[in-house]
């Protein structure tokens, strides 16, 4: 009888030790969790240096990206839809040159070197600095002085009706 005690002791001691392993492994996975959800909240608030993950695999966009890398040099928007297989119509080129210049604004990823020609902040591409907007004629926005009004009849145009008899 004192074996079974012995054994239902030891057996009671391991069946602690499970629930004690299973609690730390409950917690750890836990903390994997709490760290993956960090890590997509700072691969989403971050721009990244390479522009990599912040475009969509497969997408016009990082296909451009990916073309201008290719080249290493600034690529007009009509090569660049070439490139990713699209038509140069009008709207296509809306359609990329709009995607690209809101990275360019943002002064990420795309750089605007010259007009409709996109380069790559990580390759030092240049944006076009535009020169100073060109200014007034001198004197606008003033008042003039009209010119003097002749009071000659002469110069007066007859009124007339509809139906073209005068006042």
């Known amino acids: 009888m004192e074996e079974r005690k012995i054994i239902h ?37 971050s721009a990244p240096e390479t522009g990599e993950s912040a475009l969509k695999a497969g997408s016009a966009v990082n296909k451009a990206r990916e073309t201008i890398l290719r080249r290493g040099k600034p690529v007009h928007i009509n090569d ?4 990713v297989g699209k038509e140069v119509t009008r709207e296509s080129r809306a359609s990329l040159t709009s995607s690209i210049a809101a990275y360019v604004r943002r ?17 030092g591409h240049k944006a076009v600095v535009n020169p100073a907007p060109p200014q007034p004629p001198q004197g606008f926005g003033k008042i003039q002085p ?3 009004v002749s009071h000659d009849m002469d110069d007066e145009i007859p009124l007339a009706d509809d139906d073209g008899s005068k006042f």
Request: net charge negative; no cysteine; aromatic share 4%.
């Open 146 to 148: 009209s010119p003097p």
């Open 107 to 123: 002064g990420e990823i795309f750089t605007r070197p010259a007009p409709n020609t996109f380069g790559l902040v990580e390759l």
């Open 9 to 45: 002791e030891k057996l009671k001691k391991k069946e602690q030790e499970i629930q004690s392993l299973e609690e730390k492994l409950r917690s750890a996975r836990i903390y994997v969790q709490a760290l993956q959800d960090v890590l997509k909240l700072v691969d989403t608030n």
């Open 80 to 83: 660049l839809l070439e490139a």
